[in-house]
């Protein structure tokens, strides 16, 4: 497990600063981020990339400077799931991916100003 600190909080949850992000069981590249200050506080993250090869945007030089983003191989991004009871009616948020520095371990949620993605986009396109 490693820790993360988001100096920001992610929206909505603001006053939680660092999240753990563990291992999930299973084919699909995904993890838990659960609160290191509230462990009732958790999501489920997955690569967007996995289930929207074409997923790409532009990281803000803002972003880069405040995360320190150095070198591509350090940066990993994630994107939130939510998990509905029918599977096929789940959405991950491609609007506001999770983006971490592996090397320095800080994280920010970036919330993407082009309309072209959902933050409820299905998980499972037809």
Do not use: C
Request: no cysteine; glycine share 4%; net charge negative.
């Amino acid at each position: 497990m490693t820790t993360y600190q988001f100096d920001n909080g992610i929206p909505g949850f603001e006053h939680l600063k660092q999240f753990v992000l563990s291992e999930v069981e299973g084919e699909m590249p995904v993890r838990l981020m659960q609160s290191v200050e509230d462990e009732n506080i958790a999501f489920l993250i997955a690569s967007p990339f996995y289930f929207y090869r074409e997923y790409e945007w532009d990281l803000p030089d803002s972003v880069v400077q405040e995360l320190e983003l150095n070198e591509e191989k350090d940066v990993e991004i994630w994107s939130v799931i939510t998990i509905n009871k029918d599977p096929n009616k789940s959405t991950i948020n491609l609007l506001a991916p999770i983006v971490l520095n592996k090397k320095t371990k800080r994280g920010k949620q970036h919330i993407i100003h082009d309309r072209a993605y959902s933050s409820r986009a299905p998980l499972y396109q037809a």
